[in-house]
């Protein structure tokens, strides 16, 4: 069982950067492959950034890459989320998921989300 919190939501500025943090409970944090998502209002959820077990390998959404980072400590039990020049289309809920290798996101945990807002 692995519990996920996110935080470092909030609200900021076109242009402006934000990070988002996300712990794990639980002492197979390193086993994981951590990844995050996104939900807009009305939109369905979308795949934003996975990171490795290892933190070697990084994949991105062609909506972030170049703007997002994605990094992971696993002596902290904490993936991040770095997100700089933001748009308001960025503005949704920020979701970790915690999965297990090769299963796919959708089988794995998942945190209650935290908001990020992206004002023009």
């Known amino acids: 069982q692995v519990q996920l919190v996110e935080s470092g939501g909030g609200l900021v500025q076109a242009g402006g950067s934000l990070r988002l943090s996300c712990a794990a409970s639980?002492?197979?944090?390193?086993?994981?492959?951590m990844a995050w998502f996104r939900q807009a209002p009305g939109k369905e959820r979308e795949f934003v950034a996975r990171?490795?077990?290892?933190?070697?390998?990084?994949v991105y959404a062609d909506s972030v890459k170049g703007r997002f980072t994605v990094s992971r400590d696993n002596a902290k039990n904490t993936v991040y989320l770095q997100m700089n020049s933001l748009k308001p289309e960025d503005t949704a809920v920020y979701y970790c998921?915690?999965?297990?290798?090769?299963?796919?996101?959708?089988?794995?945990?998942w945190g209650q989300g935290t908001q990020v807002t992206v004002s023009s």
């Open positions: 639980g002492r197979t944090f390193s086993s994981y492959t």
């Open positions: 990171i490795s077990t290892s933190g070697i390998t990084t």
């Open positions: 998921n915690a999965v297990l290798p090769p299963r796919r996101p959708e089988t794995g945990y």
